[in-house]
């Protein structure tokens, strides 16, 4: 069956085939098997789960280095379309994902940040608040926000983009 921990892999081709269907309007091929919480395919393979993406392009284009990423031209999480996939370094990766617009944290300014509590009116709020004498304890908890983000927002360490209240 398998040499070494080398799987089988007409035997390993059989299993992925029954786990996905196809996906006419985009050609996406859509995994129905096990899913990471981010909803990415994963695999069992001589007992270590392996995403499902980089299981295909091991089926389709041969053996590769796993520790690089399988990235989607089509962005679907839940392709594992060979024609559909690419294989990058975590930050080749990353550079793809903001170039489409869908890093979530860290670069995307206020409001567009998906961790981000406030908007930019209440940051405005928040600036002329401060400048009329109100603490920074008060106005994180009306806001529901810790004491450094109204510090941070206050030196504008913070909400540059927003602009200061005169």
Known sequence: MSRKGIPNKKHVLKRFQEKFTLEQERGCWIWNGSQSKRGYGIMSILGKNRQATAVSIFLFHGPHDFSKDAC??????????????????????MADCRAKGRFRYGHLPGSKNGRAKLKEADVVKILQRLRAGDSQTDIAFDYGVSKGTVYFISNGTTWKHVRRPL
């Open 72 to 93: 989607h031209t089509c962005d679907n999480p839940r392709c594992v379309n060979p024609s559909h996939l690419f294989l990058a370094t975590a930050k080749e990766n």
